[in-house]
């Protein structure tokens, strides 16, 4: 079994910065692409990032590009969401998520790929 634990969610204003980390136990976390997904009240969960097993590519949604960064650290088994120019729009839970895949040159947008989930960090963002 896989463990994820999110960390580092809070309230901040527009235009701040948060950078949110997810430790992942219990496997080999070099096997997994690492994803972030958010939900807001009322909506349907939605893609942030994901980061290939070994951190070679990375994956945004439109609505974050330019703004969040996703990292990895294989030795640390965490994964990293840095949250850059923060809009209200963003405020919601944040997930992270783990695929297990025998390759390591993708990762999905597909919340219905990930085997493993945390249970989430809330994010604020006040106007």
């Known amino acids: 079994q896989v463990q994820l634990v999110e960390s580092g969610g809070g309230l901040v204003q527009a235009g701040g910065s948060l950078r949110l980390s997810c430790v992942v136990s219990?496997?080999?976390?070099?096997?997994?692409?690492m994803g972030w997904f958010r939900q807001a009240p009322g909506k349907e969960r939605e893609f942030v990032a994901a980061i290939s097993r070994k951190g070679g590519r990375t994956y945004y949604a439109d609505s974050v590009k330019g703004r969040f960064t996703i990292s990895r650290d294989n030795t640390k088994i965490t994964v990293y969401l840095q949250m850059n120019s923060l809009k209200p729009e963003d405020t919601a839970v944040y997930y992270c998520a783990a695929d297990r895949r025998m390759e390591d040159y993708s990762a999905s947008y597909y919340s219905y790929d990930y085997d493993y989930w945390g249970q989430g960090t809330q994010v604020t963002v006040s106007s």
């Open positions: 219990g496997r080999t976390f070099s096997f997994y692409a």
